[in-house]
């Protein structure tokens, strides 16, 4: 399926896992791949949760999240505001 350390990069967060290894490891787990993409946060959740923590001035956790989330597409100037 993949190598240790790809598993550690994921438990860590270092590196997101692709499409196809988020489904090998649904199957691994025995879990339908759709109920694990419905728990995956979504573009909005996550811009809510960057723009809750601006508003409490916890700069280096909008950072976090950013740097986590930088594979997001292109966001539009509206859906930062």
Not at 24 to 36: C, E, G, T, V, Y
Not at 38 to 45: A, G, R, Y
Not at 51 to 69: C, G, H
């Amino acid at each position: 399926m993949c190598t240790q350390a790809t598993i550690s990069n994921l438990e860590s967060n270092r590196t997101l896992p692709n499409a196809q290894t988020l489904k090998l490891i649904a199957d691994r787990l025995m879990i339908d791949f759709n109920d694990l993409m419905d728990s995956l946060p979504n573009k909005n959740e996550i811009l809510q949760l960057a723009k809750a923590s601006l508003r409490m001035k916890d700069y280096e956790k909008v950072r976090k999240i950013l740097i986590k989330n930088s594979n997001l597409k292109k966001l539009s100037n509206n859906e930062v505001k």
